[in-house]
């Protein structure tokens, strides 16, 4: 079955880029979404589409899918983003979620 | 407002059978999947299955164990998901979610606010 693969951390400080990646075998071949899941709350999408940032989601939000990796860019990153985020893609049929990588902002 | 609303946390013992829900609005709720999610305790989110309830056109995760069911009324805007005998390892919280009107390249946008289901002898 197929797999996505995420970083378990990433640590980033306030300002700064935090970049996660995703990687499948040919993923720049599919299309990967990304979501944002804080404590306690509902999963949110943040990235369609490889890179289609939903209304209401900041501009500090992008996203690229090339390769077998995408990634999920967070510009000037903010305590508020500090959260788990999710790839997804959609392979045979199937549904597939990435382990999910857990950003810290400190 | 396109909003998903889930029935109430559940508790449950080992071999009892439970039907949960997921009522739909401000939208057509019979052209987009609905898509069931379980998070485990402290785990990531897996992909159980959704349904098409426009036609209940329904499609499960061959990685997981087949002992769940999906089912929708599109009359009442509601899917369900439902055990028939529930264990202890099906503990997790559940959200529904909203996909796309095709079912290739799905995505899902909103989500439920989740249904805790505790399974406990």
């Known amino acids: 079955s197929y797999e996505l693969t995420q970083p378990p951390s990433v640590s980033v400080s306030p300002g700064q880029t935090a970049t996660i990646t995703c990687s499948g075998d040919?993923?720049?071949?599919?299309?990967a979404c990304w979501y944002q899941q804080k404590p306690g709350q509902s999963p949110v999408l943040v990235i369609s589409?490889?890179?289609v940032r939903p209304l209401g989601i900041p501009e500090r939000f992008s996203a690229s899918n090339s390769g077998n990796t995408a990634t999920l860019t967070i510009s000037g990153t903010q305590t508020v983003d500090e959260a788990d985020y999710y790839c997804?893609?959609?392979?045979?049929?199937?549904?597939?979620f990435g382990g999910g990588t857990k950003l810290t902002v400190l | 407002e396109v909003q998903l609303v889930q029935s109430g946390a559940e508790v449950k013992k080992p071999g009892e059978s439970l039907k949960i829900s997921c009522n739909g609005s401000?939208?057509?709720?019979?052209?987009?999947?609905v898509a069931w999610v379980r998070q485990m305790p402290g785990k990531g989110l897996e992909w159980m299955g959704f349904i098409y309830p426009g036609d209940s056109d329904v499609r499960y995760n061959p990685s997981l164990p087949g002992h769940i069911s999906i089912s929708a009324d599109k009359s009442l805007s509601t899917a369900y998901l439902q055990w028939t005998s529930l264990k202890a390892s099906d503990t997790a919280m559940y959200y529904c979610a909203r996909g796309q009107q095709h079912l290739v390249d799905n995505w899902f946008d909103p989500w439920g606010q989740g249904t805790l289901v505790t399974v406990s002898s």
């Open positions: 040919k993923l720049g071949d599919k299309f």
């Open positions: 997804q893609a959609w392979d045979s049929s199937t549904v597939v």
């Open positions: 401000g939208y057509n709720f019979a052209t987009y999947w």
């Open positions: 589409q490889d890179s």
